[in-house]
């Protein structure tokens, strides 16, 4: 079975502090993802990677940034964290080139930023 | 952009019922898939079903099928014999085919079905 991992599931940070979200996924998946989840709102991308030291911007990628030096390991990272980024952040990942292809998500981590 | 809508935020029905999740879509592009997900209060988004816009058959898995009408761009979701188990969130979700490789999804804002006992 596919697995992915992220690193909290609750993590409560300060306005201001850089923050690092980690997802690890196992099944060699060329192809990972993140969103962020808020009620009423559904998932949406804010970054996404095709290979190793590759990103590219999803629909929302302002205040956050990402870091893809190994293939199993996706970061997402908030250089100064505000308030309007609390919320559920969840990792996917899927394999090769094709749309078509399941993305597998992980258990999400729920950023609360005081 | 393209967009997602799904119009139903909550839905409750009757263990055993069949019920039917509405979702249309928006795109200009001729070819993508769609998805279906379903997100279980533990939290775990899984897939349920997908189809490519190409297939004019409807795809079904087991319980949950779908109707797939790419003129009016609509992609509802219908589960039979609805059990427990399926409450959850359900997100229709859309990607268009790039050609190179694997791009994000555009999710709709999901439909939060409840199966009462």
């Known amino acids: 079975d596919v697995k992915v991992t992220q690193s909290s599931r609750y993590l409560v940070k300060r306005t201001g502090e850089k923050v690092f979200l980690e997802c690890v996924q196992d099944?060699?998946?060329?192809?990972m993802f993140w969103y962020r989840q808020d009620p009423g709102l559904g998932l949406r991308l804010i970054y996404f990677?095709?290979?190793?030291?590759?990103?590219e911007k999803g629909d929302i990628p302002e205040g956050y940034s990402v870091s893809r030096e190994k293939k199993e390991r996706f970061s997402l990272i908030l250089e100064s964290a505000s308030t309007n980024q609390t919320s559920m952040y969840l990792c996917a990942s899927t394999l090769g080139t094709s749309g078509y292809n399941e993305q597998f998500f992980g258990p999400g981590t729920r950023l609360t930023v005081l | 952009a393209q967009t997602v809508t799904q119009s139903q935020p909550e839905m409750s029905v009757q263990e055993a019922e069949t019920v039917t999740l509405s979702c249309t879509y928006d795109t200009s592009e001729n070819n993508y898939y769609l998805f279906w997900y379903k997100q279980p209060p533990s939290r775990q988004m899984i897939l349920v079903i997908r189809?490519?816009?190409?297939?004019?058959q409807n795809a079904t898995e087991n319980r949950f099928s779908v109707n797939f009408q790419k003129a009016a761009k609509s992609f509802s979701l219908k589960i039979s014999d609805s059990q427990l188990g399926d409450t959850a969130m359900y997100f229709c979700?859309?990607?268009?085919?790039?050609?190179?490789?694997?791009?994000?999804?555009?999710f709709g804002k999901g439909t939060h079905l409840i199966i009462q006992p």
């Open positions: 189809q490519e816009a190409y297939k004019q």
């Open positions: 979700a859309f990607m268009i085919y790039s050609g190179g490789g694997a791009d994000g999804l555009t």
């Open positions: 099944m060699d998946h060329e192809n």
């Open positions: 990677s095709y290979d190793v030291k590759m990103k």
